[in-house]
């Protein structure tokens, strides 16, 4: 199946990653390769099966809703884990989403 | 005695228990190791040796005081998609060039609490997406067996750096063969635990259904010891098992009589070579003449298994990398406009070729429109693997693979992604079943490393670590030892 240039610039926008023109051609040749060869699953008949939602086995894990302190130099260094950290005002200064 | 960073872990122990060496010793002969050959293989991407000495003179201390942990005083290398505490974690990504985790994965502090001796973080695919260590930001591992080719991946540099001597033992992470096939291409032992075994709390997030993290080591021995180690429950993991963690050496060299194997038809396909399969009817032989079963089973989902793998993948891992937006972490575009502008430039100027693939490929599977013929349909063939596996588990003890389809391909030639893939076809659906599998060497083809792979049911490790020891043990007669040359 061969996906097109307006298809692969809409998933791009989706994705957030800007992509020159050059990628947009490229990923528009590997998406169509691996989507044609994964486009085998369609042939078989799948009735007998449920999607899987997990492989741990597990069902509902519960623990406490425990409030974990941190140490202020614990905090500190998860903060500075932001580029946008700000020294002064000890947060992290996004731009502007609202208007 | 044979050069210290020669040393398995059980000889370490020994060694370091009769005080007849230190782990200072010890640590300055991997860092001698790392430094002497790191430059050409480039299996590590940071170096901690300050770091490394104060925790080797630590171990002497306790070990001075007549402590005894499995681990104390053995020097190893994280994969560096592993978060730890004061060492860079870059996850060989551009993304993530400056990163230093503000604490340690679940993995690396159990390790830390034995007195394990971290050395460095090497080096793999950016996060984790690929099978040869090319699509690292920084540089390409090469083989120690022959450098014109690849080590496998993701995990190439730690396969690299225990072939290469440069530590004791090394950890991977393994989402669909990616501590399997280099310890394949690089002739050690490659363990994929079954998932929930580890926790996964501190490891970057790829593939949250299938991600775990696996020891790479000098023998079988060594790696049901880091098992028995980096296992358990863990309260910051919610899909780990309360399952008790076995003593895997209690059985470790309990002989095969009795034990039934399975030989899968669906395995040998007509594109493996003459010698690889060569290769893997010797473990089939000397699995017989060791006293198991040999029983032929049909696999059919098989053929499915890297369709199902290339739709959960990508499409788990285009949401886990959405964090990198920017603002929390790394790479940003400071000369953006709008946030908008923002999210798209700072990450389309930080993620590699294969990462972007990758997230365009599961945000198109997940899209309006294709998330019921493409996500929900792989989720059922998915079933559909696990429940083949299921049934054979219910007549088999282990199953016998090929862990890659050939040995250590050349740098550079694979250029199609889809060929790249298919590495992975004996590797991903135990992934996607979560069940445990190893690969170990077998006999050499074109000269090169060649692994075999077992696999075994769902938490069944002590067994799978027992098989594969005997098998290990057998077929070292056949291996070749690596000389590196200065």
Redesign the interface.
Known sequence: MKISKDTVEHIADLARLKLSAKEIEKYQEDLSAIVSYVDQLKKADLHNYLATEQISGLHNVYREDEVLELSEEEKLELLKSSPHYSEDEKQIKVKRILK | MKDLNKLTITEARELLDKKEISALDLTKACLKQIEKFNPELNACLAISSDLALKQAKEADKRIAKGESTKLLGIPYLAKDNLLTKGVKTTAASKVLED?IA??NATAISKLEKQGAILLGKTNLDEFAHGASTENSAYGVVKNPWDTERVPGGSSGGSAVAVAADMCIFALGSDTGGSVRQPASFCNVVGLKPS??RVSRYGLMSMTS??DVIGPITKNVEDSAIVLSVISGND?KD??T?EKEVANYLKNINKPLKGKKIAWVKEYFPKTLSKEAKESILLAKERLESLGAEMVEISLPAT??A???Y??ITPAEL?SNL?RF??????F?YKE?K???Q????S???S?G?EA??R???G??VL?SGYYD??Y?????????I??EFEDAFKKVDAILAPTAPSPAFKIGEKT???DM?LEDQFLSAPS???IPSISIPSKFVSNLPFGVQLMSA?FEEEKLLNISNILFDNLSKENKKLNLST
Do not use: H
Request: proline residues 4%; without cysteine; glycine residues 8%.
């Open positions: 990163y503000p604490y998932y929930g259904s299938t309260k919610s899909s098992s053929e499915y890297i369709s199902v290339y739709i285009s959405a937006d920017g603002v929390r972490f790394g940003n953006a709008n946030i908008k923002y999210y798209l430039e990450r389309g100027r993620f070729p972007k693939r997230i365009m490929l945000t198109y899209s013929d493409y929900v349909r792989a989720q059922k063939f998915r079933t559909m696990s429940r199609s992604p889809l893939y996607l079943a979560g769902r």
